[in-house]
Each structure stands twice: as structure tokens, then as C-alpha cells.
């Protein structure tokens, strides 16, 4: 139970935006003060960008949120749009290729333009983990750039190819 003045701290703390470019269902539902349930209602409205991260071999869908979209809707609107079926819903950005864009510019921000993207970054910019990465690698889902390979220990970080990672992010996109 939170005191008094921990709850006047509390209010002083500003609405900060979620700062990786995707976020877990879970994070989006704390960040709207819904449960998750709510927020993939508000995916299939078409609320919000979403793509479906999972490993070809996994049951389950492991879904992330375009944090631009999720910050673009408050608390407020979100339980507005829950309440009324017929609500207009469109995330922001307007497009699908803007969406994808600002994944790939939160991915490359700070490093020189070039035509892959280390692991760290990949993993960064779906918010996945090394192991569902090598995962992705081994189906094929990620193209490797001719020449290098994934492996664990010093010099093992894989380099992906930026074209498929726009593929994956198109083919993998939740309507």
C-alpha cells in the first residue's frame, strides 16, 4: 500500500513514452491500464501496428506493438474505443511502410548507413532475445549477410540482411 506521499510522488511523475520501437502486449496494457485482453481487441479494431514476432516452430504468437502507435492513444481514448464498437480506429502512423520505417530508424539510429544490422540490433528493434533470434536465423525468416554466421562467444554476432528484415516485417504484420 502506497503512502500518501508516495502517491504525491507518483503524480509528479510525468507520462514518459515507451523508448524501443515495439513492446510486448503486457507492457502496452500497463502503459493503457487495460488488460491484455483488452489491448488485442484493440489490435483486431486495427488500433494499433502488430506483428506476429514467433519462431516458425512456436504454437504461440509472440506479438509486439509499434510503440508510436501505442503512445499515440491514451488511457482515456483507449477505454473510449473499447466502449464504443463502432469507434473509428486508426493507428499512427498512417501507413504500414511509415510504421515499418520507424523500426528500422530506431534500429540504425547511432551507426553508419549501411545494407545489414547486427543481431543486438535486430533483437532491440522486435524486442526479442538471442536464442528466438537464432531461431528466426535457422528458418529463415532473417536472411544472414554471404559470408557470416551465428555463433556464441567473440565475433559470433550475426549479421542480418535489412531487406529481410523488411520482409519479415511485412509478411508478419497483424491486420
Request: charged share 20%.
Amino acid at each position: 500500500m502506497l503512502t500518501s506521499v508516495a502517491n504525491r510522488q507518483l503524480a509528479l511523475v510525468p507520462d514518459l513514452p515507451y523508448r524501443w520501437p515495439v513492446m510486448h502486449v503486457g507492457t502496452a496494457a500497463g502503459k493503457l491500464d487495460l488488460s491484455c485482453d483488452q489491448v488485442l481487441r484493440l489490435i483486431e479494431r486495427g488500433a494499433f501496428w502488430a506483428w506476429d514476432v514467433g519462431s516458425p516452430r512456436s504454437k504461440l504468437r509472440e506479438l509486439r506493438l509499434l510503440s508510436h502507435s501505442v503512445n499515440a492513444v491514451s488511457p482515456a481514448r483507449a477505454r473510449e474505443l473499447l466502449a464504443d464498437e463502432m469507434a473509428l480506429c486508426s493507428p499512427a502512423p498512417a501507413s504500414l511502410d511509415d510504421a515499418i520505417e520507424i523500426i528500422l530508424e530506431a534500429a540504425i539510429a547511432g551507426y553508419p548507413p549501411r545494407d545489414w544490422l547486427s543481431g543486438p540490433q535486430i533483437r532491440r528493434a522486435l524486442a526479442i532475445g538471442r536464442t528466438h533470434l537464432i531461431t528466426l536465423v535457422e528458418s529463415g525468416a532473417l536472411a544472414l549477410v554471404p559470408g557470416t554466421s551465428y555463433r556464441p562467444g567473440p565475433h559470433g554476432c550475426p549479421r542480418i540482411t535489412l531487406s529481410s528484415l523488411q520482409s519479415f516485417l511485412h509478411d508478419r504484420f497483424i491486420f
